[in-house]
């Protein structure tokens, strides 16, 4: 697994389990680079090692979402990982059996983005920046909370949830380093033009 800090910019494209190769080829060929695979029950090693091999191809990097075996065995770039399971967890452990990889934990407010960078996250996600309909039960922060988040947070910062290409951005402007989405590209009827769009809204091209 390698580190690739650095690159832990721009649209952050979540996959789910159904499809993901094909979506990934998609988001890839409108020039993504960032991926999560996030195929909860459904998640299996062969999908994952694919999405890994590909996007190491790619000069693409692929996070696994909550589940630190599947990462290892994977060889995915990461882990990404919720609130929750960060207060249950042994993060030292964790930290320490990620090695140098990616570290991303989940945050809804400043404290929580400081106390992540101090148990060795890469970067944090902050959310739910705007309504959406991908998480039930979520907390809003608005485009005011992120920008509390990033004015914390040692380490670069995810705005996810209820991102589109008209809030894209928007959510650059308040200080976030990448934009994760999932609908806006999941429920796509073409996956490669709204990754497109999406890219060049952040890019400010739109």
Same mark, same amino acid.
């Given at each position: 697994?390698? @580190?690739?800090?650095?690159?832990?910019?721009?649209?952050?494209?979540?996959? /789910?389990? @159904?499809?993901?190769?094909?979506?990934?080829?998609?988001?890839?060929?409108?020039?993504?680079?960032?991926?999560?695979?996030? /195929?909860?029950?459904?998640?299996?090693?062969?999908?994952?090692?694919?999405?890994?091999?590909?996007?190491?191809? @790619?000069?693409? #990097?692929?996070?696994?979402?909550?589940?630190?075996?599947? +990462?290892?065995?994977?060889?995915?770039? &990461?882990?990404?990982?919720?609130?929750?399971?960060?207060?249950?967890?042994?993060?030292?452990?964790?930290?320490?059996?990620?090695?140098?990889?990616?570290?991303?934990?989940?945050?809804?407010? &400043?404290?929580?983005?400081?106390? +992540?960078? +101090?148990?060795?996250?890469?970067?944090?996600?902050? /959310?739910?920046?705007?309504?959406?309909?991908?998480?039930?039960?979520?907390?809003?922060? =608005?485009?005011?909370? #992120?920008?509390?988040?990033?004015?914390?947070?040692?380490?670069?910062?995810?705005?996810?949830?209820?991102?589109?290409?008209?809030?894209?951005?928007?959510?650059?402007?308040?200080?976030?380093?990448?934009?994760?989405?999932?609908?806006?590209?999941?429920?796509?009827?073409?996956?490669? @033009?709204?990754?497109?769009?999406?890219?060049?809204?952040?890019? =400010?091209?739109?």
């Amino acid at each position: 697994m390698n @580190a690739l800090g650095p690159r832990l910019a721009g649209l952050y494209v979540i996959l /789910g389990h @159904a499809g993901a190769l094909g979506r990934l080829e998609a988001c890839l060929d409108a020039g993504v680079r960032l991926f999560q695979y996030r /195929g909860k029950a459904e998640a299996t090693l062969e999908t994952a090692r694919a999405l890994v091999e590909r996007c190491r191809a @790619a000069g693409a #990097l692929l996070i696994v979402n909550d589940d630190l075996g599947l +990462a290892l065995a994977a060889g995915a770039h &990461g882990l990404h990982l919720g609130q929750e399971d960060a207060e249950r967890l042994d993060m030292a452990e964790v930290r320490r059996r990620l090695g140098s990889a990616v570290l991303g934990l989940s945050t809804h407010d &400043g404290d929580q983005a400081r106390r +992540a960078a +101090a148990l060795g996250a890469s970067y944090v996600g902050a /959310g739910c920046t705007f309504p959406t309909q991908s998480k039930k039960y979520v907390v809003e922060i =608005g485009l005011e909370g #992120l920008r509390r988040i990033v004015e914390a947070s040692p380490v670069p910062v995810a705005a996810i949830g209820g991102i589109n290409v008209e809030n894209v951005a928007a959510v650059r402007r308040a200080g976030a380093a990448m934009a994760a989405v999932i609908g806006a590209v999941g429920h796509a009827g073409d996956t490669r @033009a709204a990754a497109l769009r999406l890219v060049d809204a952040w890019n =400010g091209r739109a």
